[in-house]
């Protein structure tokens, strides 16, 4: 099992900026990709970013791409995700996850999955 713990969402005006951080535990050794996903009040849940703990690579999707950073810290089994020039459609519910597979870009359901932080941007 791989336990995600998320925080750092909050209110924000827009424009600001906001990071979070998800600190990952247990068998993080089975799972290759950690991700960022949001949920906002009425839609689905979507895919925000991924990144592969061997190499770094990344992908976004293109209503962050440009704005959002997903970066890792491999010594820690921490992930973040900086959000700048936030907008208020990026208000959601924003989870963390972890998988075996970058298909989780399209629409593979990751293994595991964080509680979720609050993010709401004021206009």
């Known amino acids: 099992q791989v336990q995600l713990v998320e925080s750092g969402g909050g209110l924000v005006q827009a424009g600001g900026s906001l990071r979070l951080s998800c600190a990952a535990s247990?068998?993080?050794?089975?799972?290759?990709?950690m991700g960022w996903f949001r949920q906002a009040p009425g839609k689905k849940r979507e895919f925000v970013a991924v990144i592969s703990w061997r190499g770094g690579s990344t992908y976004y999707a293109d209503s962050v791409k440009g704005r959002f950073t997903i970066s890792s810290d491999n010594a820690k089994n921490t992930v973040y995700l900086q959000m700048n020039s936030l907008k208020p459609e990026d208000t959601a519910v924003y989870y963390c996850?972890?998988?075996?597979?970058?298909?989780?870009?399209?629409?593979?359901?990751?293994?595991?999955w964080g509680q979720g932080t609050q993010v709401t941007v004021s206009s």
């Open positions: 247990g068998r993080t050794f089975s799972t290759l990709v």
């Open positions: 996850a972890a998988d075996r597979s970058r298909a989780i870009v399209v629409g593979r359901e990751p293994d595991y």
